[in-house]
């Protein structure tokens, strides 16, 4: 029985690159006039844009500067780097999700926050590259951190801002980079993902307690009876009201994610440093344990024990 699937040995028969053969080979490129043509372009993309500037990617790989020798520290800057460059993105995708749902645009508000999951997802299995470091290893180079940590990363902070969780004293982090503190103070006074979603709700008619659409909303959302009515009545008939009905799964879908990251973040420092504390200054995995009791969508949460009374 022959290894190669019957659609690859059609393709080999008739298709040069296929039979592994190089584009020369081929017959592809044979003439002087091609070899020309190739280094004009080559000229072209000098003069023009090209892939690495478009990218600026100089800049960006250029910006790996382990302050050790140790092999594995590379692997360590490229991971919090690589989080970094996605969290951005997801910070750019909350915030238009929130500017459709002022708008009352629900489907590409949906849009939005599909692609924000699908990014928490890509973080989440980034864990266990990260989990290829092992405590000696990390041991290696830890002493020269000092006390950075990923506590002081400022797009995650905002990140958990848009998501509802305001705790205002985590500004007093930033105190040594005052743009960082400026922008999370801004981004504490606007309406979080959450907030958008109720005023949604009420300007359709749904009965959303003033208390809740009044509320400081520089302070994190709490458990309101009255919002845990309303999504009672959405989960009661999904039907009529198919597209509040799916924003609020895709809310818990979102609030799901993220929470995985934050487990799969604590698992994986619990196996590489044990119960030390962290080099930003706090317990450690303690510290990370208690962020996994804190919830964005609190009613989504509660109307489930009411589902089918
Ligand atoms: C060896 C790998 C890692 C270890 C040992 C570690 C350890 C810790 C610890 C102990 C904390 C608590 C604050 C502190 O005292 O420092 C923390 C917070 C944090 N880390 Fe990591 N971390 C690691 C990798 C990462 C990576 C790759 C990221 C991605 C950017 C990250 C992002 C964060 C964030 C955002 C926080 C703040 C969490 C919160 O406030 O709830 N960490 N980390």
Known sequence: MSPVAPDQQD?????????????????????AADVEEAADSGRALIR????????????LL????????????????????????????????????????????????LKRLARVKHVLRQLIDQWAVLATLTPSEYAEFRGKLGRSSGFQSVQYRELEFLLGNKNKAMIAVFDHDQAAADRLRATLAEPSLYDDFLDLLARRGY????????????????????????????????????????TCEELVDLEDSFQTWRFRHLKTVERIIGFKPGTGGSSGVPFLRRALDLTFFPELYAVRADIGN
């Open 62 to 109: 250029s910006a790996q500067e382990p302050l050790t020798d140790h092999h594995d520290e590379l692997l360590f800057i490229v991971i919090h780097q690589a989080t970094e460059l996605w969290l951005k993105l997801v910070v750019h995708e909350m915030r238009s999700a929130q500017e459709h749902l002022r708008a009352d645009e629900i489907g590409p508000a």
């Open 11 to 31: 393709r080999s028969a008739t298709d040069p690159l296929a039979a592994n053969l190089r584009p020369v080979e081929a017959g592809l490129i044979d003439t």
């Open 207 to 246: 009965d959303v307690p003033d208390r809740v659409l009044q509320r400081d909303r520089t302070a994190p959302h709490t458990l309101d009876d009255g919002v845990t009515a309303v999504f009672g009545r959405i989960y009661g008939a999904p039907e009529s009201q198919w597209d509040v009905y799916e």
């Open 48 to 59: 023009d844009l090209d892939y690495a500037g478009y990218l600026h990617l100089q800049r």
